[in-house]
C-alpha cells in the first residue's frame, strides 16, 4: 500500500461481534493509550492461531505485549477496568448504523467491499477510486 | 309433392358444456398468475429489504466517530474505514 502514500488514509475499526472479541479489541485500545496500537494490532493477526481458540486469550495477549515492549500491568488493569469498553460499543454501533453484519467490511470512500479480498483486486478498488475523485471536473 | 318436413332431432348443446369444461383450467390459471405475481412481489421486496442496506454510503453519509487511529495521510483522497473482528 506503499504506492499509495499522501493518496490513501486507512481508518481502523476494530469490531467486536462476540464477547471474547471485546476482550481483544480493548486490549488493543489499551495499547494504543501506550503508544502501540498498529504493532498490536499487526501482531494478532500475525500470531492469530496461538490466541484465537482459547476461551481466555487475555494472559497469552499479555505474553505477546511483553514481545512488543508493552507495559503489561498498565495494560491488565486496563483491560480489566473495562474503560476501553464504552469505544468498544462506540465501533459497533458505528457499524450497525452503516449496516456492517460482517467482517471484514471496508469502505473506499462510498463503496462497500464485503469479505476477504486479495491485495491485488483492493490495489484495484483503490486505483478505480483514486482516478474516479482525481478526474477533472469531478 | 309436398316435403315432409324434417323432423328436428333435439341435440345436446356442446358449447355450453365445452366452456364449462375449460373454466376450471382458465381459473387454476389466473390463480397461478396472481399467486406468482405475489409471489415476484414478496420476494422482490424482500430482495429489496436486504440488499438496501447494503449499498454504498457517501462519506457525507456514512458520518464518523471519534478519535480512531488511522494510517496514511489525513484528508487523503480515498479514505478506506475497515471494520474487522480479531476474533
Known amino acids: 500500500m506503499q504506492q499509495f502514500e499522501g493518496k490513501v488514509q486507512l481508518v481502523l475499526y476494530p469490531i467486536a461481534f462476540r464477547p471474547k472479541g ?40 499479555l505474553d505477546f505485549a511483553r514481545d512488543l515492549n508493552l507495559d503489561v500491568t498498565a495494560l491488565k488493569s486496563c483491560v480489566e477496568s473495562e474503560r476501553m469498553q464504552s469505544r468498544v460499543e462506540a ?9 456492517v453484519n460482517s467482517t471484514p467490511t471496508l469502505f473506499i470512500n462510498a463503496n462497500r467491499v464485503v469479505g476477504v479480498q486479495g491485495e491485488g483486486d483492493l490495489v484495484r478498488l483503490i486505483r478505480q477510486e483514486l482516478d474516479r475523485v482525481q478526474r477533472p471536473g469531478q | 309433392m309436398a316435403r315432409k318436413p324434417k323432423a328436428r332431432v333435439p341435440t345436446l348443446s356442446r358449447r355450453p358444456q365445452g366452456s364449462q369444461q375449460s373454466l376450471t383450467p382458465r381459473r ?39 478519535k480512531h487511529y488511522t494510517r496514511g495521510t489525513a484528508g487523503a483522497a480515498v479514505v478506506i474505514k475497515e471494520f474487522s473482528d480479531y476474533t
Open chain 1, 91 to 99: 465501533d459497533r454501533a458505528y457499524a450497525q448504523q452503516l449496516q
Open chain 1, 22 to 61: 471485546e476482550e481483544v479489541a480493548q486490549a488493543a485500545w489499551c495499547a494504543g493509550e501506550q503508544g502501540k496500537f498498529w504493532e498490536f494490532h499487526d501482531m494478532l493477526f500475525r500470531r492469530w492461531g496461538l490466541w484465537n481458540n482459547l476461551d481466555a486469550p487475555l494472559q497469552r495477549l
Open chain 2, 28 to 66: 387454476w390459471r389466473l390463480k397461478l398468475v396472481i399467486g406468482g405475481a405475489v409471489l415476484a412481489i414478496a420476494l422482490g421486496v424482500g430482495g429489496l429489504v436486504r440488499w438496501l442496506p447494503q449499498r454504498d454510503v457517501s462519506p457525507s453519509r456514512q458520518g464518523t466517530v471519534e
